[in-house]
């Protein structure tokens, strides 16, 4: 079990984790929790971490030795960088290297990228290459689609408006998940399981498992409302892909391939772990 922990880029993802892990910090299972990122917009913008027991530090990611030096005693490391820059993290990975940490969780928390061959996805894969080259024990955490950030009116789903746009065919298969249950899973898991038995680990979190055209059904069904359905093809997505548009390009590889977690799925190493639905986040939050 770990009980030293440092979050690098506390943003879209990396804000709930720790929320999470300062929950731990209260009950005494969390020892430390260090919130690292570039400025002091961070710190700025969430001042009851402080009070709850954060600690902040503002640096430089490419000084590794500044970074080693805020990276000493920390067990575990979780990058939640911007997905644009996940090149930064080789310097991150060599400061954690030299500082000591046992675990290092780089920026996933999205479709498997094992196999990955373009795009974002091949630059997560090729850093966690860099990881063996090092010798830096990794956790990668897949968990596909964010429901409470790709199930709203700026990803397409204008739910009050009875409107739904989005790339693909919509029957390709989709693993959805809610950050809450995200930051409950990482956090009972880093606190629970000794890291000697998550090195090297792909941990692949499901919420549930659908497809954007069984979404659109659940809520019709529910609900007794008709929703007015757009599909972009997937030859439009390859193209505006071309161009380096993000939102096409995941489009695009969610209905080529899929936007799963692959397999095995290890819930079980949260026992009582008991994510949300889609529909029931959609009713709760679009009522």
Request: net charge negative.
């Amino acid at each position: 079990m770990s009980s030293n922990f440092a979050v690098v880029g506390a943003g879209s993802i990396g804000s709930w984790i720790v929320d999470e892990l300062l929950n731990y910090k209260a009950s005494g299972v969390v020892n430390t929790l260090k919130v690292i990122s570039r400025s002091d917009t961070i710190k700025n913008n969430n001042p009851e971490w402080l009070t709850k027991g954060a600690e902040f530090a503002k640096v430089d990611y490419a000084d590794e030795a500044t970074v080693a030096h805020v990276f000493k005693d920390v067990d575990v490391v979780f990058s939640t960088i911007n997905t644009a820059v996940v090149d930064q993290q080789e310097a991150l990975a060599r400061a954690a290297k030299a500082a000591g940490v046992k675990l290092f969780v780089p920026s996933e928390y999205g479709i498997d990228t094992e196999d990955a061959t373009d795009g974002v996805f091949l630059a997560k894969r090729r850093f966690s290459e860099f990881l063996k080259e090092i010798g830096l024990p990794y956790v990668k955490v897949f968990t596909g689609l964010w429901i409470d950030y790709f199930i709203t009116p700026s990803w397409g789903w204008q739910l009050d408006e009875g409107k739904v746009t989005f790339g693909g065919s919509g029957d390709s298969k989709v693993t959805f998940v809610h950050r809450t249950d995200i930051a409950r899973y990482v956090g009972y898991v880093f606190t629970h399981v000794p890291s000697s038995e998550l090195a090297w680990k792909l941990l692949r979190i499901q919420g549930e498992l659908t497809s954007f055209n069984k979404i659109v059904a659940d809520y019709e069904a529910k609900t007794g409302k008709k929703l007015e359905v757009t599909r972009t093809p997937r030859e439009v997505l390859a193209e505006e892909a071309k161009n380096g548009d993000l939102v096409p390009s995941l489009f695009y590889e969610w209905d080529l391939r899929g936007g799963t977690v692959g397999t095995p799925v290890t819930n079980g190493l949260y026992p009582d772990w008991n994510p949300k639905s889609v529909i029931d986040y959609i009713t709760e939050s679009f009522a």
